[in-house]
T-cell receptor, first 109, second 114 residues
Framework: GQQVMQIPQYQHVQEGEDFTTYCNSS?????IQWYKQRPGGHPVFLIQLVKSGEVKKQKRLTFQFGEAKKNSSLHITATQTTDVGTYFCAGRNTDKLIFGTGTRLQVFP | NAGVTQTPKFRVLKTGQSMTLLCAQD?????MYWYRQDPGMGLRLIHY???????AKGEVPDGYNVSRLKKQNFLLGLESAAPSQTSVYFC?????????????FGAGSRLTVL
């Protein structure tokens, strides 16, 4: 079945440093979504990428969708303590949305 | 506008007991999903539904049953709970329309099986 892997599993950074998480699917995706889950909370939608090679930005966050539509990345510039949480990618294949294993980000002030 | 509501929020069961988790959404979404979240495992899809009266298996369906008798409700049942089913369960819903099919999650239900 479809598998979606994320690396790294954990990342600790000093406030102000950059952060990147990578997402890889075993199958080609129709689209990819990114979610953020704060500690003790539920996942919240951040963005959706649909086109091959697509790049989208949300303030300090940059999202990319690979040319083959099998991988994606999320880059945060100059992290802040409010960025703390777990970031999940989720790949859509027909009706199912399969989540990656997530990357937990810890930011030290 | 409540979004997605899950009940109960917490539950402790003994091995072999049964229970039902209820998910209700008020956004008129066609699609509904049940995920479980375990440390280091991310969110794994248990069952999902693309419309009233329909259900389908996800990645980890064994030991669970679901029903979607009404469009706004999606029930997850455990017939004979096992310790391996200790987890946080999230319900989510989405529109079926391409480009708008992002998930709205409930707050989660923490289940402990002793």
């Amino acid at each position: 079945g479809q598998q979606v892997m994320q690396i790294p599993q954990y990342q600790h950074v000093q406030e102000g440093e950059d952060f990147t998480t990578y997402c890889n699917s075993s199958t080609t995706l129709s689209n990819i979504q990114w979610y953020k889950q704060r500690p003790g909370g539920h996942p919240v939608f951040l963005i959706q990428l649909v086109k091959s090679g697509e790049v989208k930005k949300q303030k300090r966050l940059t999202f990319q969708f690979g040319e083959a539509k099998k991988n994606s990345s999320l880059h945060i510039t100059a992290t802040q303590t409010t960025d703390v949480g777990t970031y999940f990618c989720a790949g859509r294949n027909t009706d199912k949305l399969i989540f990656g294993t997530g990357t937990r980000l810890q930011v030290f002030p | 506008n409540a979004g997605v509501t899950q009940t109960p929020k917490f539950r402790v069961l003994k091995t072999g007991q049964s229970m039902t988790l209820l998910c209700a959404q008020d956004m008129n979404h066609e699609y509904m999903y049940w995920y479980r979240q375990d440390p280091g495992m991310g969110l794994r899809l248990i069952h999902y539904s693309v419309g009233e009266g329909t259900t389908a298996k996800g990645e980890v369906p064994d030991g669970y049953n679901v029903s979607r008798l009404k469009k706004q409700n999606f029930l997850l049942g455990l017939e004979s709970a096992a310790p391996s089913q200790t987890s946080v369960y999230f319900c989510a819903s989405s529109s079926h329309r391409a480009g708008a099919n992002v998930l709205t999650f409930g707050a989660g239900s923490r289940l402990t099986v002793l």
